[in-house]
């Protein structure tokens, strides 16, 4: 059984850079049938798709978002990560990871889901 | 920006049919995906690729593709369907992903 799991710090001041980490156990990350994505949810509004990383490297970025937005993956560890620059108030939300299948493009497992507060 | 859109709230009593509706210019193009979303919790797909429903999903749970809207379609509602429901798609080059805005189903 595939399992995700968001780690990383839960306040973050304005201005510095939220940095995420993604933990998959249960199947490989670098199986490469898969691709791994960041989405985002303010507290009562709706979900936002940050972007996403195939095992090859290769990236694609929400255009909204993407000049502030890094994800990289660490196939070693079997993690990949969000880092999003410059943030504000307009960041906190909770942040999802989750795997979508290269044949389905279905996000069919996601980490539960983790609180980030931008505040000083 | 591409964007998809859902009505914000559906209310059914419980045996009715639900359906919700999400509208976008590249759904003729790109398949649709939904998912169900409980408070507090991460949301879980219900419907992919405009009509197929995953394993362990009630059959009431079915969905339909006509031009560019699809519809989540909840036959014989329960208390236990009331959540938000989320579609899902990408832009006409597959490359940018996007959620509709969300639909609030409740049950009278």
């Known amino acids: 059984q595939v399992q995700l799991q968001e780690s990383g710090p839960g306040l973050v001041k304005p201005s510095q850079t939220l940095s995420l980490t993604c933990t998959v156990s249960g199947g490989s990350i670098s199986s490469g049938s898969y691709y791994w994505s960041w989405i985002r949810q303010p507290a009562g509004k709706g979900l936002e798709w940050i972007g996403r990383i195939y095992t090859s490297g290769s990236t694609n970025y929400n255009p909204s978002l993407k000049s502030r937005v890094t994800i990289s993956v660490d196939t070693s560890k079997n993690q990949f990560s969000l880092k999003l620059s410059s943030v504000t108030a307009a960041d906190t939300a909770v942040y999802y990871c989750?795997?979508?299948?290269?044949?389905?493009?279905?996000?069919?497992?996601w980490g539960q889901g983790t609180l980030v507060t931008v505040s000083s | 920006s591409y964007e998809l859109t859902q009505p914000p709230s559906v209310s059914v009593s419980p045996g009715q049919t639900a359906r919700i509706t999400c509208s976008g210019d590249a759904l003729p193009k790109q398949y649709a995906y939904w998912y169900q979303q409980k408070p507090g919790q991460a949301p879980v797909l219900v419907i992919y690729?405009?009509?197929e429903r995953p394993s362990g999903i009630p059959e009431r749970f079915s969905g339909s593709s006509s031009g560019t809207t699809v519809t989540l379609t909840i036959s014989g509602v329960q208390a236990e369907d009331e959540a938000d429901y989320y579609c899902q798609s990408a832009d006409s080059s597959g490359t940018y992903l996007v959620f509709g805005g969300g639909t609030k189903l409740t049950v009278l």
């Open positions: 989750a795997r979508a299948g290269y044949s389905s493009r279905a996000f069919d497992y």
């Open positions: 690729k405009d009509s």
